[in-house]
């Protein structure tokens, strides 16, 4: 029924289907003798030293560029430092080889870390800053491409093929809608060199995603913005369109496609939240500024409502 439909959001619940499938498994694990994945979370947990208060302890992937990596050139490397000078800390990156998507269960809840940058405002698991961003998704062409396409309401995306874009996301609700799923589908698992999704998480690398546009492989991409710009960026060949944020199923109901982005702490963790909070209006031109550095369109977020 239409009023149970939970639309995914963005970077948190990318590969919403991949990770229920990955929570199946994991639950038909635990009835096993052993497991790997829980023994090196336990040996995280008891390696880890105790909570310094004088530092900021943010739970960072260590491998998801443009995101965060362990040379701490991920633009959300940038914004943690300054969040957490902000707070008057000192950044501590914890760095998990486990995708972003698995930090609240794998960090945070294990107190492993003390804060994730960049999650969706409305993330229920978490207690979450004022936003700090409003980020959309986008479409990538060649800027000689000539399809002109603005919105899923553009003639032109009937013509272009194939298509990249990342299963469980308000994307393919609407390449669905579009009767485009089945044309585009082998292509999109062809980013993944065809990997089996059912048990795991597979992320498509946006670098290999926005690069297959630019060399003329793919007529279009459609990414989350602050995951792709970086190589939109880097290449004089490819633009961004901004996807409109007035998408609807074929039953009417709505599929969003910009996201307001925050900080988020455990939700016992009010203290920590009241100063992240009111330390944004201090840093916020900061992070403007990482954000324009890295290419990413943005706007103001949305008034609470």
Known sequence: ???????????????????????????????????????????????????????????????????????????????????????????????????????????????????????????????????????AYVFVQRKDSPLKITSFDSPDILKAHPIGFVQGTPAETMITKLDLYNDNINYVSSLTNFKDRRNSYTRIPPERMVGEVASGKAELAIGFAPEVARYVKASDALKMTVIPDNNVRDDGVRVPFHFDQSFAVRKGDKDLMEAINAAL?????????????????????????
């Open 1 to 135: 029924m239409a009023s149970e439909f939970k639309m995914p959001t963005s970077r948190e619940t990318l590969s919403w289907l991949a990770q229920t499938a990955a929570a199946l498994a994991i639950s038909l694990l635990a009835l096993m003798p052993s497991n790997a994945a829980n023994s090196e979370d336990s040996k995280a947990a008891a390696a880890a030293p105790p909570p310094d208060s004088s530092v900021l302890r943010v739970c960072a992937a260590a491998k998801e560029l443009p995101y965060s990596a362990d040379d701490e050139s991920g633009f959300e490397n940038k914004i943690a430092k300054i969040l957490a000078d902000g707070v008057g800390k000192k950044v501590q990156f914890v760095w998990s080889q486990k995708p972003a998507i698995y930090a609240v269960r794998d960090q945070l809840d294990k107190n492993l870390c003390d804060v994730i940058i960049g999650t969706d405002t409305s993330d229920e698991r978490v207690l979450t800053s004022k936003p700090y961003y409003r980020a």
């Open 281 to 305: 209006p201090k840093v916020q031109g900061r992070i403007d500024a990482v954000l324009k550095e890295e290419g990413i369109p943005f706007e103001a977020p949305q008034p609470p409502t």
